[in-house]
């Protein structure tokens, strides 16, 4: 026995009531549990569930409880109901069928009056339209959405009839948006349905794409059950229909790029999408390559063609070692680890031939960047050059990574990117620009063949960075990789690192501020000792004869620059007398840097040595000090290399 709490128009009347819910299915009346959003508003939605013995510990205190008829009754009432002649009642009845079969008790009992092939017999029929049909199939997915009967029991007879109101240019918004979440539960709930529902709709067909925004979530949700539940050649020929300009243009058009904001659950089908797409890859992904299969190795012979424009020397040409001197030393200049056999290098497992499959397209497609790419390295000293085709491998390897390849999709991600939708060769060409953006920050970075690891977690960072800023499109992708330099990516992380938690704490503030102004003096005499040592410069002459050499160091007293030219370099420190010449610091107006120097400024000196600008210092001298420093007038330049000078004024 369990007591209940009724209140009636809201006001609390707590009275309590056994009543034995083992009889319960027997009552023509029961009590139904009313959840409202808010007992304070004039309006509210209300939903009803009625109690059964699985539910019955789930009713709350507080809860408005309602006496109505009891679910058998509703059901045989609506069973008969939906059967009138008169259409008024017909549509009122489907209209309340509708709205009572979201409650799983009302659908067991319509169920048990065979009400679901009534439904489908009214549809296969033909003779409802508009409203009558739109609430007849509404009441059927509300139906079969509690899983009690099988999706494998309905005929072809109706699958078509539902894929009819799919293909027609107009329909009924509504039964068109019924229609569509019938198929898809079709395809996912039953592998014969799939072949059924395949056959008779066409994913290339225009008209499938509704121009209503609130269908399009709809119809993508069909393409990814299609897509899921397909045969592996049969998603390939689905990809490459997606891929057709059309319907990429449609998507993007009609979806992507649509006024109409993109709400979750359409982020979350077009992500669905995305990885359903890129999953394609993972066969080649997790295929190793044959070294004895020619046609693979061809591609490594046209990789080779186009990179350094030979031909594959017949073989009567030359001798053999010859011949294989002259592959391995092409091998070794495109980056291969394996310079007599590269072919080894693609079998390891991801990313097996999709990493081969980059770089031929590369190579195809994007000619000129891969040549550059390729000759640029393989002209570098061996310990600064990018290896091409162990960054091509290990970056493809990386884009699966982040792309999730071979993963099945996520319930709750709406993480999808529209870049990826703008072309039929979207992998690919993603790889195009990291491949360029990897080759890029090996410069700037000065890396070395044992900086190789940094280098790929910088690039990896970099490409993540870029995909957060969700771009439109490629080209804008890649505009924002411009923007992330190696050194923009250090400022973040300096950044990042000083805004956490820990580094804005109290206690590390106020350590900070205790400790600054003795780390400066300590830098600051640091940087005194450094000039008081002194350097020793290359002079350059009218000529740019590098033939002399020039000494500069500071007095001990941090006063006076003593300065002098030397015949040979010196070993080690060279004493102040021996310095001809001294300029007094009080006399110094200005320290200039890079291309603001003077001697930077004269004709040509700049665009011929650009990589030197940032390196030059010039110290400019007050007016009244001319007399006495000629050759200051004559523009005396420091020319500083990696250990520049630093003045402290």
Same mark, same amino acid.
């Given at each position: 026995?369990?007591?209940?709490?009724?209140?009636?128009?809201?006001?609390?009347?707590?009275?309590?009531?056994?009543?034995?819910?083992?009889?319960?299915?027997?009552?023509?009346?029961?009590?139904?549990?009313?959840?409202?959003?808010?007992?304070?508003?004039?309006?509210?939605?209300?939903?009803?569930?009625?109690?059964?013995?699985?539910?019955?510990?789930?009713?709350?205190?507080g809860s408005i409880l309602r006496l109505t008829t009891s679910p058998y009754q509703t059901a045989v009432q609506l069973h008969e109901r939906i059967q009138s002649s008169s259409m008024d009642a017909k549509l009122e009845a489907l209209k309340d069928l509708a709205n009572a079969s979201r409650d799983i008790t009302f659908a067991q009992e319509f169920i048990n009056l065979d009400g679901i092939s009534l439904l489908t017999q009214m549809v296969e029929s033909g003779t409802d339209f508009g409203d009558l049909l739109s609430f007849t199939l509404t009441a059927f997915v509300e139906l079969m959405d509690h899983g009690i009967v099988s999706w494998d029991t309905f005929s072809v007879a109706f699958i078509k009839k539902i894929?009819?109101?799919?293909?027609?240019?107009?329909?009924?918004?509504?039964?068109?948006?019924?229609?569509?979440?019938?198929l898809e539960s079709m395809?996912?709930?039953?592998?014969?349905?799939?072949?059924?529902?395949?056959?008779?709709?066409?994913?290339?067909?225009?008209?499938?794409?509704?121009?209503?925004?609130? $269908?399009?979530?709809?119809?993508? @949700?069909?393409? =990814?059950? /299609?897509? &899921?539940?397909?045969?592996?050649?049969k998603r390939q020929d689905m990809a490459h229909i997606l891929a057709q300009k059309q319907l990429r243009s449609i998507i993007l058009s009609n979806v992507i790029r649509s006024p109409t904001p993109i709400n979750d659950e359409m982020a979350h089908q077009l992500y669905v999408l995305q990885v359903l797409t890129f999953n394609l890859l993972e066969d080649r992904m997790m295929?190793?390559?044959?070294?004895?299969?020619?046609?693979q190795r061809d591609i490594i012979f046209e990789l080779r063609r186009i990179a350094f424009d030979v031909e594959c020397e017949p073989n009567n040409g030359g001798s053999t070692e010859k011949r294989k001197s002259m592959y391995t030393r092409d091998y070794k200049k495109l980056g291969f680890i394996n310079h007599?056999?590269?072919?080894?290098?693609?079998?390891? $497992?991801?990313?097996?031939?999709? @990493?081969?499959? =980059?770089? /031929?397209? &590369?190579?195809?497609?994007?000619?000129?960047?891969?040549?550059?790419?390729?000759?640029?390295?393989?002209?570098?000293?061996?310990?600064?050059?990018c290896p091409f085709g162990r960054s091509s491998i290990e970056l493809t390897k990386m884009l699966c990574e982040i792309l999730k390849v071979g993963e099945l999709p996520s319930e709750n991600c709406h993480d999808f990117h529209p870049m990826f939708f703008t072309h039929d060769r979207s992998f690919e060409e993603f790889f195009c620009i990291c491949i360029q953006l990897l080759n890029k920050t090996w410069k700037e970075m000065r890396a070395t063949s044992e900086d190789f690891n940094k280098v790929m977690q910088v690039v990896r960072e970099q490409i993540m960075r870029a995909l957060t800023l969700k771009p439109n499109s490629l080209d804008q992708f890649k505009s924002r990789l411009q923007n992330l330099s190696y050194t923009e990516i250090l400022k973040i992380r300096q950044s990042e690192r000083m805004n956490q938690e820990d580094f804005q704490s109290r206690p590390i503030l106020e350590l900070r501020e205790k400790i600054q102004p003795e780390i400066m003096e300590l830098i600051k005499q640091q940087r005194l000792n450094r000039l008081c040592e002194g350097t020793c410069f290359r002079k350059i002459s009218s000529r740019r004869r590098q033939d002399k050499f020039w000494?500069?160091?500071?007095?001990?007293?941090?006063?006076?620059?003593?300065?002098?030219?030397?015949?040979?370099?010196?070993?080690?420190?060279?004493?102040?007398?021996?310095?001809?010449?001294?300029?007094p610091v009080a006399d110094i107006k200005a320290v200039i840097t890079g291309k603001d120097c003077p001697h930077m400024k004269e004709k040509g000196a700049l665009k011929q040595n650009k990589v030197c600008a940032r390196m030059c210092l010039s110290v400019c001298v007050c007016v009244c000090v001319c007399v006495c420093l000629d050759t200051w007038v004559e523009s005396m330049i420091f020319h500083v290399k990696v250990c520049s000078i630093m003045l402290v004024m």
């Amino acid at each position: 026995m369990l007591p209940f709490a009724i209140t009636y128009h809201l006001v609390p009347l707590y009275l309590p009531i056994f009543w034995p819910l083992d009889s319960f299915e027997s009552l023509y009346t029961a009590l139904t549990v009313t959840a409202e959003n808010d007992l304070h508003m004039y309006t509210h939605v209300v939903v009803y569930h009625g109690i059964r013995q699985q539910n019955r510990n789930d009713i709350k205190n507080g809860s408005i409880l309602r006496l109505t008829t009891s679910p058998y009754q509703t059901a045989v009432q609506l069973h008969e109901r939906i059967q009138s002649s008169s259409m008024d009642a017909k549509l009122e009845a489907l209209k309340d069928l509708a709205n009572a079969s979201r409650d799983i008790t009302f659908a067991q009992e319509f169920i048990n009056l065979d009400g679901i092939s009534l439904l489908t017999q009214m549809v296969e029929s033909g003779t409802d339209f508009g409203d009558l049909l739109s609430f007849t199939l509404t009441a059927f997915v509300e139906l079969m959405d509690h899983g009690i009967v099988s999706w494998d029991t309905f005929s072809v007879a109706f699958i078509k009839k539902i894929a009819g109101y799919v293909n027609k240019s107009a329909m009924d918004i509504a039964v068109l948006q019924r229609s569509l979440a019938i198929l898809e539960s079709m395809v996912l709930n039953s592998q014969d349905l799939y072949h059924k529902v395949a056959q008779e709709i066409t994913i290339a067909n225009k008209s499938f794409f509704s121009n209503v925004s609130h $269908i399009h979530t709809y119809t993508i @949700a069909v393409i =990814n059950a /299609l897509f &899921l539940k397909a045969p592996e050649e049969k998603r390939q020929d689905m990809a490459h229909i997606l891929a057709q300009k059309q319907l990429r243009s449609i998507i993007l058009s009609n979806v992507i790029r649509s006024p109409t904001p993109i709400n979750d659950e359409m982020a979350h089908q077009l992500y669905v999408l995305q990885v359903l797409t890129f999953n394609l890859l993972e066969d080649r992904m997790m295929t190793k390559m044959d070294p004895q299969d020619q046609a693979q190795r061809d591609i490594i012979f046209e990789l080779r063609r186009i990179a350094f424009d030979v031909e594959c020397e017949p073989n009567n040409g030359g001798s053999t070692e010859k011949r294989k001197s002259m592959y391995t030393r092409d091998y070794k200049k495109l980056g291969f680890i394996n310079h007599v056999n590269p072919a080894v290098d693609f079998t390891q $497992i991801p990313p097996g031939m999709l @990493a081969l499959d =980059n770089m /031929l397209y &590369l190579a195809r497609h994007h000619q000129d960047a891969y040549i550059r790419i390729v000759l640029e390295n393989s002209s570098r000293e061996d310990k600064h050059e990018c290896p091409f085709g162990r960054s091509s491998i290990e970056l493809t390897k990386m884009l699966c990574e982040i792309l999730k390849v071979g993963e099945l999709p996520s319930e709750n991600c709406h993480d999808f990117h529209p870049m990826f939708f703008t072309h039929d060769r979207s992998f690919e060409e993603f790889f195009c620009i990291c491949i360029q953006l990897l080759n890029k920050t090996w410069k700037e970075m000065r890396a070395t063949s044992e900086d190789f690891n940094k280098v790929m977690q910088v690039v990896r960072e970099q490409i993540m960075r870029a995909l957060t800023l969700k771009p439109n499109s490629l080209d804008q992708f890649k505009s924002r990789l411009q923007n992330l330099s190696y050194t923009e990516i250090l400022k973040i992380r300096q950044s990042e690192r000083m805004n956490q938690e820990d580094f804005q704490s109290r206690p590390i503030l106020e350590l900070r501020e205790k400790i600054q102004p003795e780390i400066m003096e300590l830098i600051k005499q640091q940087r005194l000792n450094r000039l008081c040592e002194g350097t020793c410069f290359r002079k350059i002459s009218s000529r740019r004869r590098q033939d002399k050499f020039w000494y500069c160091r500071l007095s001990p007293n941090h006063k006076v620059l003593h300065y002098g030219d030397l015949e040979e370099s010196p070993q080690g420190e060279v004493p102040h007398d021996s310095l001809q010449d001294k300029l007094p610091v009080a006399d110094i107006k200005a320290v200039i840097t890079g291309k603001d120097c003077p001697h930077m400024k004269e004709k040509g000196a700049l665009k011929q040595n650009k990589v030197c600008a940032r390196m030059c210092l010039s110290v400019c001298v007050c007016v009244c000090v001319c007399v006495c420093l000629d050759t200051w007038v004559e523009s005396m330049i420091f020319h500083v290399k990696v250990c520049s000078i630093m003045l402290v004024m």
